[in-house]
């Protein structure tokens, strides 16, 4: 599959973390240093000693020989005539025998019942097979209760004396007797070494931050005047834009106690542990107040209920959600416990959970601003060895769409190119190559193309290229290169936006339409320029149809349907679509079908213009680019500028 790469759109991120140089002691939310388990050095003794008595109250029979099978008194009269068996001895109501086999030690034992009316001739075979036999006496009472009742006895003894010393189980008193604790990471008022100073951009979200440590460390500010604490903050935006990081910097500012953990680790198999984890960890919360609570990925437990989705309603989630809900609306105002929270699918949370009084605060972590981005650069740069040429502002440019941790991959990336080739510093190349991989994968120069598979890949990216050039609304070209990269690209086109622009937030109907034709470039290309079409467009189908299909349904950008939005169930931060079923007929259905069929042949038709009235260009082109398999975005506005008539 072909990759034709328009430029990332108007969307940026942001997220910037840097490691504390020291790590520091935190506990597992039950005093135990490091969240150690349980399987220390003083116990382990204990837990040995435990496990090997009861291996061998349970083993024992076996390790003696005396496991036991229970046979029909036809078979075991059958084993004595074959002489398979050692010595029988006659039981009250059984009759036992010790089998032959094995050269030494004690042979399986085979029990079955007596049979008076037979076991005369029982005997006789004993008597001539020269079998040892005798009888058993009926033991007491007082022996057959010792016998069931002594092991089961000193096993309890043993066990309650374990018990009494404090974790002498180790991991198991921790996994059984411990099941409702929760499992929340206690950071103490030393923090977690993350400062706001750490966290690049998101200046508003960390104005809107400073206000909750403010309270923490000065509540009479506030109290005096009427003011309250507030119930609870969600953090809201795409993945990898640093909610997390922020919430780590709010403890790490506040200096009180921060108990941090996943939505996940509420949920068990069981029913009520979720519940009952919520409430230790409110109570141990509030116990150490002035305190945070910060839970990731909420929507873990935070699922609207009773709604029909993908995921079945699951009764231990709904119960945990219960639970929490009760503990946010049953704060003592007194009590300074803050509760965070992180998603990025805050449109499939409980209503319940966002009204006032629960989580008050709702702040947004976007994707970085170009000026952002150049912050979160310097951020990750600063201990990587930067070339005199670099400018991190420059690279910034090149990176709309990227969010906090695509730019840390990205840094580190350059970082490892720069080694590899053993250059002395990082370099704006190891920059650029580092940027392809993140957008594009991983060169794969083992994969060979042939001729005429390269030949069709550089008619299809150039005429990507072409169409992006003689678009005015389209981003400019950086590189066309027909070298496979990723899963499935055999070539691709990078654009980049203008820098004088800036980031763009809205995008008007004809930079759309744009944006279609663009990605239509390459099939133009193949079926103006060469004798057949490939499967190389896949990719580039989807996208245009996609597009396509939002300016239909979602934005109102088509005439015949007017500005009705079809599409309500869209997430608000992943493409995904949400709970709300369809609310419009299929008559409706089948016209947003040909608009957006239309729409997709006219710009079609529109691509294939451009090709044919530039068609030598891109056979220099196209010559130029299977020759070195890569074209700088220069070279080529050179090419289309010069293009012979």
């Not at 040909?594 to 079609?604: D, F, G, H, P």
Request: charged share 25%; hydrophobic share 40%; glycine share 8%.
């Amino acid at each position: 599959m072909l990759l034709a790469k328009p430029s990332s759109s108007r969307q940026s991120d942001s997220r910037s973390e840097k490691g504390s140089g020291t790590k520091p002691s935190r506990s597992d939310g039950r005093g135990n240093p490091d969240g150690d388990s349980g399987f220390s050095s003083g116990s382990s003794p204990k837990l040995w000693l435990f496990l090997l008595l009861l291996m061998l109250l349970v083993g024992l029979p076996r390790l003696l020989g005396l496991s036991e099978k229970r046979v029909s008194y036809d078979q075991f009269a059958s084993m004595v005539e074959q002489s398979k068996l050692r010595r029988v001895s006659f039981q009250v109501d059984t009759i036992i025998g010790e089998g032959n086999e094995g050269a030494a030690g004690r042979g399986p034992i085979y029990r079955t019942g007596r049979l008076e009316s037979a076991e005369r001739e029982l005997v006789q075979k004993l008597v001539e097979k020269k079998i040892p036999f005798d009888a058993v006496s009926t033991p007491s009472l007082l022996v057959t209760i010792g016998s069931w009742v002594l092991p089961m006895v000193m096993l309890f003894f043993l066990a309650n004396w374990l018990m009494r010393r404090g974790g002498g189980l180790g991991g198991i008193s921790n996994s059984v007797f411990q099941f409702g604790k929760n499992k929340a990471q206690e950071w103490g008022e030393a923090g977690t070494g993350v400062t706001f100073s750490d966290v690049a951009g998101q200046r508003e979200a960390k104005a809107e931050l400073v206000e909750i440590i403010d309270f923490l460390t000065s509540p009479e500010r506030y109290t005096k005047l009427g003011g309250h604490i507030p119930r609870g903050v969600i953090l809201v935006g795409p993945p990898g834009t640093g909610k997390t990081l922020l919430a780590r910097a709010v403890a790490g500012e506040a200096k009180v106690p921060f108990f941090s953990i996943s939505g996940s680790e509420f949920v068990e198999m069981f029913v009520g542990v979720g519940a009952a984890r919520v409430r230790d960890l409110f109570a141990q919360a509030k116990e150490k107040s002035p305190s945070i609570i910060f839970i990731d990925e909420l929507d873990a437990i935070g699922r609207a209920r009773g709604v029909a989705g993908p995921v079945v309603t699951h009764e231990e989630r709904e119960q945990t959600l219960d639970q929490l809900l009760t503990e946010m609306d049953g704060f003592d105002t007194s009590t300074s416990v803050i509760i965070m929270a992180a998603t990025n699918r805050p449109e499939i949370l409980d209503p319940a959970l966002l009204r006032a009084g629960r989580f008050d605060r709702r702040v947004v972590v976007d994707r970085p601003t170009l000026e952002d981005r150049a912050e979160i650069l310097e951020v990750h740069a600063r201990k990587v060895v930067l070339a005199d040429s670099v400018r991190l502002d420059k690279v910034a440019a090149m990176t709309a769409g990227l969010v906090g941790a695509d730019l840390a991959n990205l840094v580190n990336e350059a970082a490892l190119l720069a080694a590899r080739r053993k250059a002395e510093a990082v370099a704006d190349i190891d920059f650029q190559e580092a940027l392809e991989r993140v957008v594009a994968g991983l060169e794969r120069k083992s994969r060979r193309l042939s001729p005429k598979d390269k030949q069709v890949v550089a008619y299809h990216e150039c005429g990507h290229a072409l169409v992006a050039t003689s678009l005015p609304s389209a981003d400019s070209v950086k590189k066309i290169s027909i070298v496979p990269r990723g899963i499935g690209a055999l070539g691709y086109t990078m654009q980049q936006p203008n820098e004088k622009e800036g980031d763009r937030y809205l995008l008007t109907r004809t930079e759309l339409l744009d944006r279609i034709t663009v990605l239509l470039g390459g099939r133009a290309a193949e079926e103006e320029l060469l004798t057949d079409i490939s499967t190389g467009a896949q990719d580039d189908l989807q996208r245009a149809t996609t597009l396509a299909r939002r300016m239909v349904s979602e934005f109102g950008m088509s005439q015949a349907l007017g500005l009705q939005a079809f599409d309500s169930g869209r997430g608000q931060f992943l493409d995904t679509q949400g709970f709300a079923s369809r609310e419009f007929s299929d008559e409706t259905a089948w016209a947003v079908d040909q608009e957006v069929r239309a729409l997709l042949e006219s710009q079609y038709e529109r691509a294939r213009q451009l090709i044919r009235s530039h068609r030598p260009a891109i056979e220099l082109a196209v010559k130029e680019l299977l020759e070195h398999e890569v074209l700088d975005g220069d070279r080529f506005r050179d090419i289309l500028a010069n293009e012979p008539k």
